[in-house]
């Protein structure tokens, strides 16, 4: 019995208070990514987390990570250069920290993005978590242009729509 | 009712899923899959998975912690 739990069972990681650490730092941090889908309502499946942050929070953004025992692949200075890293250990949370990035309909500059960001609160009062505008996250999507960033779109249109019902 | 047992991809067939699932549509191809029309199944269907969600989970973080857990309890199956 013990093995089957140990294997339905997450990692030790405590979520919640990761996206706590996050929210109290007052770091300027996006969840992207089907998390952010996930946060917003859309139930999809994901492994990993995916962030945008703002290139001057690099350092500080991994040292509260490492309080999770998250280790990144890349110096700052790399990451800088790079556009993006990882941070790991049996979880996986990939970092952006470019200061935009090329889209079909034109570069997604971080400054912009962050400015109409959606704040979702939770009753605990001390984890909000940051996301990019519903059209932010759809024009997210286009530069993946992967056959999943596409499913993902219809689906954001579909939550907009619910909205608008509302 | 017991969930479906699922067979462990081979290395060839996880290799082909991988390749096209990070495949890059074009432009045309995003557009077009995109703006494709949507049927009614498929409008009732996303529909009433958002309102079960939002509503079952009615807080980010709660969604993100079921979403873990159902992550955890699919690739468990796929283990066994």
């Keep these: 019995m013990e093995a089957n739990l140990a294997l339905v069972k997450g990692s030790e990681f405590d979520e919640a208070l990761f996206f706590r650490a996050i929210s109290q730092s007052g770091l300027r941090a996006l969840l992207i990514g089907r998390r952010a889908l996930i946060a917003l309502g859309i139930p999809v499946m994901t492994a ?32 800088r250069r790079s556009g993006r890293y990882r941070l790991q250990n049996d979880e996986l949370v990939d970092v952006l920290v470019a200061r935009s990035v090329p889209g079909p309909d034109g570069p997604l500059v971080f400054d912009d993005v962050w400015s109409r960001r959606n704040t ?9 978590i940051c996301v990019p505008s519903l059209e932010d996250l759809i024009a997210s999507k286009r530069i993946g242009s992967r056959p999943k960033d596409a499913e993902d779109v219809r689906l ?6 619910q909205r608008e019902a509302l | 009712m017991k969930p479906p047992v699922l067979r462990s ?42 309102t079960w969600f939002t509503t079952r989970y009615k807080t980010p973080l709660e969604r993100l912690a079921y979403a873990r857990r159902a992550q955890a309890r699919h690739s468990a199956r796929l283990r066994k």
């Design chain 1, 48 to 79: 990993d987390y995916d962030f945008w942050i703002h290139i001057d929070d690099i350092e500080r953004f991994n040292a509260g990570a490492l309080l999770f025992e998250l280790i990144p692949d890349r110096t700052p200075l790399e990451a």
């Design chain 1, 120 to 128: 979702l609160t939770s009753d605990d009062g001390g984890s909000n």
């Design chain 2, 9 to 50: 991809p081979s290395a060839d067939e996880r290799a082909w899923i991988a390749e096209q699932a990070a495949r890059r549509l074009s432009p045309e191809e995003f557009q077009s899959y995109v703006e494709a029309p949507v049927s009614e199944w498929e409008r009732e269907n996303a529909g009433a998975l958002i």
């Design chain 1, 156 to 161: 954001l249109q579909q939550l907009r729509k």
